[in-house]
């Protein structure tokens, strides 16, 4: 860990103690905002900007041939992401709304920078992003799981995109842009999460498309370890097709927690259509399992 990218880390440490903080927080004040616990978003952020600078502190180090490109948007993203997590959490101290909040001048001030960082840290993760995913790694599954990792997850920070811009009957004094699809943002949602159980909620596929850069890594570590015990999983053509089927998996869940949002549906009250689509996927999914491992 020592050629890890230092601002990176010490980012990911200053957002967990962040979190540990933020979860003190929500026990002693229980105070709302939204429905939900004042203290809630700014801990998700910090669990959330704590695991993505951890893995990009990893991901940056597999790179060889452009050190100092990749130095540069390693330390873009640490400056995008103090400026989110500063802005959120003084807007939690003033208990107030951070996103989509147009409410008074200085609120659509905050508003706008956020903006920017939001741009920063997209335009940073792609050119990193770019730069690791061209590097051929010691080994395929660890080549692909970067590759795949990097794509979904770029895909779900652009799935946040969904929620700017006005929306119809929308107050633009108040608010431009919304996570919550067929409602207002607010009202019933999951325990901490928040995330809507009466409309659709734009922020699901969003996390979920993020996390693919820790999640699928993950699994490529987990099937290393397992082929010590299975003999079925040690060629690494195995190990590359199920990273490649896992993928596939995530990907199809992503898109269709944005298909399910779009059409103002709650996560936990799926439809017919819905349901049948996960089905698919997750018989697809077993098929190729099942025929990965038998060949």
């Given at each position: 860990?020592?050629?890890?990218?230092?601002?990176?880390?010490?980012?990911?440490?200053?957002?967990t103690?962040?979190?540990?903080?933020f979860l003190?927080?929500?026990?002693?004040?229980?105070?709302?905002?939204?429905?939900?616990?004042?203290?809630?978003?700014?801990?998700?952020?910090s669990?959330?900007?704590?695991?993505?600078?951890?893995?990009?502190?990893?991901?940056l180090?597999?790179?060889?041939r452009?050190?100092?490109?990749?130095?540069?948007?390693?330390?873009?993203?640490?400056?995008?992401?103090?400026?989110?997590t500063?802005?959120?959490?003084?807007?939690?101290?003033?208990?107030?709304?951070?996103?989509?909040?147009?409410?008074?001048?200085?609120?659509?001030?905050?508003?706008?920078?956020?903006?920017?960082?939001?741009g920063?840290?997209?335009?940073?993760?792609?050119?990193?992003?770019?730069?690791?995913?061209?590097?051929?790694?010691?080994?395929?599954?660890?080549?692909?799981?970067?590759?795949l990792?990097?794509?979904?997850?770029?895909?779900?920070?652009?799935?946040?995109?969904?929620?700017?811009?006005?929306?119809?009957?929308?107050?633009?004094?108040?608010?431009?842009?919304?996570?919550?699809?067929?409602?207002?943002?607010?009202?019933?949602?999951?325990?901490?999460?928040?995330?809507?159980?009466?409309?659709?909620?734009?922020?699901?596929?969003?996390?979920?498309?993020?996390?693919?850069?820790?999640?699928?890594?993950?699994?490529?570590?987990?099937?290393?370890?397992?082929?010590?015990?299975?003999?079925r999983?040690?060629?690494?053509?195995?190990?590359?097709?199920?990273?490649?089927?896992?993928?596939?998996?995530?990907?199809?869940?992503?898109?269709?927690?944005?298909?399910q949002?779009?059409?103002?549906?709650?996560?936990?009250?799926?439809?017919?259509?819905?349901?049948?689509?996960?089905?698919?996927?997750?018989?697809?999914?077993?098929?190729?399992?099942?025929?990965?491992?038998?060949?």
């Open positions: 860990m020592l050629k890890w990218h230092r601002p990176l880390m010490i980012f990911a440490g200053l957002m103690v962040c979190a540990a903080v003190v927080l929500i026990l002693v004040d229980h105070r709302q905002l939204d429905g939900v616990p004042l203290w809630a978003k700014p801990l998700k952020f669990i959330s900007f704590a695991l993505y600078s951890f893995v990009w502190a990893w991901l180090q597999l790179q060889h452009a050190r100092r490109l990749s130095w540069w948007m390693g330390t873009a993203l640490v400056a995008a992401g103090v400026g989110e500063a802005l959120i959490f003084f807007q939690a101290a003033r208990w107030h709304r951070s996103h989509f909040n147009q409410s008074t001048e200085l609120d659509g001030n905050i508003w706008k920078a956020m903006g920017i960082t939001i920063v840290l997209m335009v940073a993760q792609l050119v990193a992003g770019i730069t690791v995913a061209l590097e051929r790694q010691a080994d395929a599954v660890t080549t692909w799981t970067v590759r990792g990097l794509l979904i997850s770029t895909l779900g920070l652009g799935a946040g995109g969904f929620m700017l811009g006005p929306k119809p009957g929308e107050n633009l004094d108040v608010a431009v842009g919304a996570h919550t699809v067929g409602l207002q943002d607010g009202g019933p949602g999951l325990p901490l999460l928040g995330w809507s159980t009466a409309g659709g909620d734009l922020r699901i596929p969003h996390f979920v498309g993020m996390h693919a850069l820790q999640l699928l890594p993950l699994l490529a570590l987990a099937l290393a370890a397992l082929a010590r015990r299975y003999p999983l040690e060629p690494p053509a195995v190990r590359l097709r199920l990273v490649f089927t896992a993928a596939a998996l995530y990907g199809g869940i992503m898109l269709l927690t944005l298909w949002a779009l059409r103002g549906q709650p996560l936990i009250h799926p439809d017919a259509a819905t349901l049948a689509v996960a089905a698919a996927l997750a018989v697809a999914t077993a098929a190729a399992v099942w025929k990965v491992t038998r060949a």
